[in-house]
């Protein structure tokens, strides 16, 4: 099966390819640079799903690729602070797309008042954490639980999600 994922951040291909592997599925992996076609940060669940779906989506316009899967991560404003959120969408060529969401992290205030401001939270967790490109390592959620879990991670969980109700459909 030929596979695309729509981002070539190594933390979202290593959950694409770490999830097939754990699921013994066998794929040929292609990561993508595609646009999301929405902000560069998200701030609604709506906007997140969005873009993974329009992530998964823009890589099957690729001929000889069969499924897409787009992963997107956002920010979401609460009664209780803005929290990170994480989306993704697994859709096979001509159906509608399977969707699943990830861990949810509240981000300490200092940084949620920049976003509010309009910064990236990419940039903002490099500043607070000192540690470059963390976005394509641990990411937020791994700065913020110490590691315990890392952005990889996660996506790997939101991809087995994915896969499940891929293999429940296909039944
Ligand atoms: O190359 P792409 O796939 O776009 O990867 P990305 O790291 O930019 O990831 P997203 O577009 O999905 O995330 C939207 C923004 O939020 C940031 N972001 C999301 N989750 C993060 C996390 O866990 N740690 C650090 N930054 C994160 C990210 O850097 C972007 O600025
Ligand atoms: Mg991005």
Redesign the pocket.
Known sequence: MKIAIG???P??VKAVEEACKEQDIDVIITPMSVP?GVS???FSDEETIQ?AVNRATNCLLEENIEIGIG????VVETPFGLF?C?WGALVVKGESPIIAGGARIRLPEDVAERLRKGE????V?EDVSKVRN???KE????IFTNNVIT?DEMFTHVMKILIGQFQFRKK
């Not at 992963?71 to 956002?74: A, D, I, P, V, W």
């Not at 990236?120 to 940039?123: A, K, M, Q, T, V």
């Not at 990411?139 to 791994?142: D, E, K, L, P, V």
């Open positions: 981002s070539v951040n933390a979202k999301s560069n940060q998200p873009g992963l997107e991560g956002g990170v994480n990236e939270l990419g940039p967790m963390v976005s394509k990411g937020a959620i791994g952005r």
